[in-house]
């Protein structure tokens, strides 16, 4: 399938799915705490959602059995909510959900700390969201889309962690998974397509403190980290505008 172009009503939709997705998150943020079990998170994800006349996408996506992805510690993303799986404090957990609106998509991610977490976890949370602001400094019209990916990694690679490569970002729009795929790594000998206005794109990174190579649990779901070392991700839904930088759609404004 092609990129998609959204026209202004659309990208107008797609605002408005983002906004409620990040509120959402919010409701989700403040619901964290240690004892609480990654089950009733995502009951209350869910609950989040409908209630602003939102659908779930997670929900029955391939078969995927929840609305939020839920991810403890060494799991990277796509963990599966379970009633004993409880959070403790110095637990970090990613939270990776998203919604249609009216037809359109919204899919976001953090990672947060659960009560008091050590500073190498919360650096590993900080360095993460960093980096995709940093990609998303070159998510303009006009520029490559592989100069985000360059400017990811750039921005990671000093720090030491690694970068996850067997799972990337993408386009957005009336599916939850469009082309292009982006890669969180710098790409040789080839640049992505040209960006224009109207693209939806989410920009995805997924930063482990060790090393980048993952598996993926008996569950068929769950990516871990293989050298068990903790892992972040950070996500938002942005589009490219006619000038400038993008607007981040699942940042509330
Ligand atoms: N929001 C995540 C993504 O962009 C997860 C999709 S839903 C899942 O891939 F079913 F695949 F978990
Ligand atoms: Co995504």
Known sequence: MPVTIK???????????????AQVHE?????????ISTLELDSIGEEAIR????????KDYEGYPASVCISVNDEVV?????AEVILKEGDIVSLDTGL????????AARTWGVGKISPEAQKLIDITQQSFFEGIKYAKAGNRLYDISKAIDSYIKPHGYGIVR????????KELHEEPYIPNFRQFFKRGITLRPGMTLCVEPMITMGKRKIAFLDDEWTVVTLDGSLAAHYENTIAIRPEGEPEILTIIN
């Not at 009503?9 to 408005?16: I, P, Q, S, T």
């Not at 796509?78 to 379970?82: A, C, D, S």
């Not at 067997?166 to 729009?173: R, V």
Request: with cysteine; charged share 25%.
């Open 7 to 21: 026209s202004e009503d659309e990208l107008n939709l797609m605002r408005k799915a983002g906004q409620l997705l």
């Open 27 to 35: 409701e989700l943020h403040d619901a964290l705490r240690p004892g």
């Open 51 to 58: 209630k602003r006349g939102g659908v779930p996408n997670c």
């Open 78 to 82: 796509h963990g599966i909510p379970k």
């Open 100 to 107: 249609i609106y009216k037809g359109f998509h919204s899919d």
């Open 166 to 173: 067997e799972l990337t970002g993408h386009g957005i729009g």
